[in-house]
C-alpha cells in the first residue's frame, strides 16, 4: 500500500545547461529593451531642446517687430540658448542642434 503511494517523479529539476540558457535569453531581452529606452530617452530630450529652441526663436522674432533689442543667450532648464539675430532672421544655438526661424 504505501509503495503503491509512492510515485518517482517524472519531472527533475532543471539542469545547468537549461538554466544558463534561460539566463542568457532573459539577459539579451533585458539588454535589448534597456538600449531601446535609451534611445526613446535621448529622442524625447533632443525634440524637447527643438521644441524650446523654436520658442525661443520665436520669442524673439517677436521682440524684434516689436522694436526690442534681441539677446544673446537664454538659460532655460539648466541649458543655455545663445542667440544670433539678423534682420528678420533669428538662428538658436544649443547643445543638441541649431534652429533658424
Known amino acids: 500500500m504505501i509503495l503503491s503511494l509512492y510515485r518517482p517523479l517524472k519531472y527533475q529539476g532543471m539542469n545547468l545547461l537549461a538554466l544558463l540558457m534561460t539566463l542568457t535569453l ?39 517687430f516689436m522694436g526690442l533689442s534681441c539677446q544673446t543667450h537664454i538659460e532655460q532648464n539648466q541649458l543655455i540658448f545663445h542667440l544670433n539675430c539678423q534682420e528678420n532672421k533669428v538662428t ?9 526661424l
Request: proline share 2%.
Open 26 to 64: 532573459f539577459s539579451g531581452i533585458f539588454l535589448s529593451i534597456n538600449q531601446w529606452l535609451a534611445y526613446q530617452r535621448q529622442s524625447a530630450v533632443k525634440i524637447y531642446q527643438d521644441l524650446q529652441a523654436i520658442s525661443i526663436a520665436h520669442n524673439q522674432q517677436q521682440r524684434l
Open 92 to 100: 538658436v544655438r544649443y547643445p543638441t542642434g541649431e534652429t533658424n
